[in-house]
């Protein structure tokens, strides 16, 4: 394997080599379940998914480590506006993101640590940085001491510090030793969540979660270290800055993947454009939905329109299709090793749409090899088509694609179309053709598809 990945803080593609020989920590910055998630947190789920994949099929052991920070001034300022809970709040909305990524096919990480369950950690790190002289208490906070990091910070945003303006994260500016200074802890307010901790009680800061976290269960030093390109700054800066500043490597290689508008703007409560998988649910399977967003590269902008979730529907069906077929005529078989081209895609810095180029074309030969009735080039491109889709969490015949809604009522369906395709091949053998017509019509009308093959007629459901 030589996996090249794009490394934010070097602004390079560098070869990926693990810190451990076949292991890998790979550490994913998680929800902030303030709501229910709209499709750009499903799209970073699902390509860190596609990720975790690959690095598993070529041959390494991952620990994932994807975080829930479950206390936030956001989720605190929802609550109070419902009149509910801050903890209810976060975790529905937990719940709803898990559901989320279950639906679209994303594996579960290997932990999936929430911030409430770390303060412990979270004061050993703000110890170590207090006694190092990165660190100081006041007024009930405890702040990170930027001048003190001033020679590496603004590495990763590759930004200088004399042009950051202040971190503007607590009510008490005015007890910074420097504007630009950042809250690791926050002093209890009323009617807030509070921890004791010896600079008095209150509750973390979003930064100093993910450090406790991350090296907690990956270790000080640890592979990569994942989450959309809006948190490069100020939070990924602000955790390599304290955590380096205590004296762990952190994390080796930083991916960030690009945000998703819809139709040309940013996704907004104000502007009425946020979009939920709910809504994309109702024009697409979660398969097909998984298809769309995963097919961009994972670097890029993806602008989301109607149009564009309408032709990855059609190209997974393409592929659906292939796999249907073919299985009906080999079996399911097996899979082999994916095609040379497709590996070599993916192990470009993860270039799922390179990767896609290549499953499209197996499809096509297969289905030539279908025309001509070669069974052996059908059960070959067929074992290569399902080990590309697995690979991407789309292979049609995955029990995770199998088992929706509509398979509960597939027999009686398909017992209630056997009867009518019956009836129209006795219409066709008796050469009753408007007959034979008539019928397929209105199976058409009823929303079943009819397709004549070498082996008889076979059917499918429309799709939106």
Known sequence: ???????????????????????????????????????????????????????????????????????????????????????????????????????????????????????????????????????????????????????????????????????????????????????????????????????????????LECSAMATKYLGPTFDIHGGGVDLIFPHHENEIAQSQAAGDGFARYWLHNGLLTVDGEKMSKSVGNVVLLPDLLGKARPVEVRYYLASAHYRSLMDYTDAALAEAVSAYQRIEGFVTRASEVVGAGSLSVVPSGFASALDDDLGVPQALAVLHETVREGNSALASGDHDAVRSHLASVRAMADILGLDPLSPQWRTSGEEDLRPVVDALVAVALEQRQAARARKDYGAADAIRDSLSEAGVLVEDTPQGPRWELKRG
């Open 1 to 207: 394997m030589s996996l090249r990945l794009y490394d934010t803080g070097t602004r390079s593609v560098r070869t990926f080599e693990p810190l451990e020989e076949g292991r890998v920590g790979m550490y994913v910055c998680g929800a902030t379940p303030q709501a229910s998630p709209h499709i750009g947190h499903l799209r970073s789920g699902v390509i860190y998914d596609v990720l975790l994949r690959w690095l598993r099929a070529s041959g390494y052991e991952v620990t994932f480590a994807r975080n829930v920070t479950d206390v936030d001034d956001k989720i605190i300022a929802v609550a109070a506006e419902r009149g509910v809970p801050w903890f209810a709040i976060a975790e529905g909305n937990q719940r709803v993101f898990t559901q989320g990524y279950d639906l679209l096919g994303c594996l579960p990480p290997t932990i999936e640590p929430r911030a409430t369950g770390h303060v412990p950690e979270m004061i050993t790190l703000m110890r170590r940085l207090i006694e190092k002289g990165h660190a100081y208490a006041a007024g009930g906070d405890v702040y990170f001491d930027v001048k003190s990091w001033a020679d590496e910070y603004g590495a990763l945003s590759n930004q200088r510090l004399e042009n950051m303006r202040s971190a503007g994260d607590t009510p008490n500016e005015e007890l910074k030793h420097d504007p630009r200074d950042f809250a690791l802890w926050k002093g209890a307010k009323p009617g807030e969540p509070s921890w004791e901790t010896p600079w008095g009680d209150g509750r973390p800061g979003w930064h």
